[in-house]
């Protein structure tokens, strides 16, 4: 199981944009699927985006198509998050995780390693 710690989070104003970042600890970052999480105030936790181990595929959810990025550096076990053009609608904790599920779009219970989160804001 990997340990992952996101940063980047913040306050910004719509069309804004902000990259999160999610480090990962241990030696096989490249066999997971990595993903991106958001839970909103009252809501369920609900997904972003999602990258396959060589980052040669990528998933979104119709939400966030075309204005986030997923990408992944497996140098630096790391995942990122690019998020232009943001919406007050945006405003949630950003959760990344990991899925060693890789020959499909993993379901949220097979994600079993998970970060603390990072709070993003997107004022009006």
Known sequence: QVQLVESG???????GSLRLSCAASGRTF??????WFRQAPGKEREFVAAITGSGGRTYYADSVKGRFTIS???AKNTVYLQ???????????????AS???WRLPAYNEYDGWGQ????????
């Open 9 to 15: 989070g913040g306050l910004v104003q719509a069309g």
């Open 30 to 35: 490249s066999g997971y699927v990595m993903g």
């Open 72 to 74: 992944r550096d497996n």
């Open 83 to 97: 998020m232009n053009s943001l919406k007050p609608e945006d405003t949630a904790v950003y959760y990344c995780a």
């Open 100 to 102: 060693p599920i890789t």
């Open 117 to 124: 989160g990072t709070q993003v804001t997107v004022s009006s």
